[in-house]
């Protein structure tokens, strides 16, 4: 009987790289030859918990006057995040994207994980944020997306109209902590290895076979690759 690998993904919907990640992880499990043996869970990070949205906001701005830059530096990082992008076969557009708080999508999320659709919301959250310009923190577009993934309508709307698995998202956010997530994505192999950044197809691949052919697990992590290359954290995207 194989082993049931489990790979938990830390993330925030607000960071491109982990959407680039996502699918660098999917690419890398389309190799392995035990990808049915393979669980994914999604983990709540926001790199922004205390932002609050308001009428007007501007990325391009925000980015400018949060990293004390100007514009131009701002709008060149979007671009080469872009480029970046589209090697991965996503297609990014900042110029229509809607800043929020992501509090209540990782909430929805973790009803999403309670029946196994987690990887759906979070693609359709992703999509909605750094493809279509949708407003991730509007509750009526997350009932739409809850929906979309396959949730019921009236189990989305008591999630959201209450405080439910807010708890939830903080103790994911105080485990990252607590195993020293400096950005995201970080990924985290059966507690063996951890991945940091939206690392190379390669690196995934070889990590995930490795874990595999071990096949005794841990509790202690090793970070493969412990740069900031493609991932985000509270100063930035690298």
Not at 196 to 214: C, L, P, R
Request: aromatic fraction near 10%; charge should be negative; hydrophobic fraction near 40%.
């Amino acid at each position: 009987m194989e082993n049931k690998l489990k790979i938990q993904i830390w993330s925030d919907i607000m960071c491109p790289y982990c959407y680039i990640g996502k699918r660098r992880i999917e690419s890398a499990l389309e190799q392995f030859e035990h990808k049915n043996a393979v669980e994914i869970e999604w983990k709540s990070f926001q790199l922004d918990a205390n932002f609050v949205a308001s009428e007007g906001d501007n990325l391009t701005e925000h980015l400018a006057e949060k990293y004390q830059k100007n514009k131009e530096w701002a709008q060149e990082m979007m671009d080469n995040m872009t480029k970046n992008a589209k090697n991965s076969g996503l297609d990014f557009h900042f110029e229509k994207a809607v800043m929020a708080n992501s509090f209540d999508a990782h909430r929805l999320l973790h009803l999403a994980k309670k029946f196994q659709l987690g990887n759906e919301l979070k693609e359709l959250l992703f999509k909605a944020y750094l493809t279509d310009g949708k407003n991730i923190g509007d509750l009526e577009t997350l009932k739409q997306l809850g929906i979309e993934a396959g949730l019921d309508a009236t189990a989305i709307e008591a999630v959201l109209q209450s405080d439910t698995y807010s708890e939830n998202v903080k103790q994911d956010i105080e485990m990252a902590q607590k195993i020293g997530v400096q950005g995201v994505p970080f990924f985290v192999l059966d507690n063996k290895y951890a991945i940091s950044g939206a690392q190379h197809v390669d690196t995934f691949v070889q990590t995930i076979q490795k874990v595999w052919e071990e096949g005794q697990f841990d509790s202690k992590i090793t970070v493969i690759n412990n740069s900031s290359e493609g991932s985000c954290d509270i100063n930035g995207c690298n």
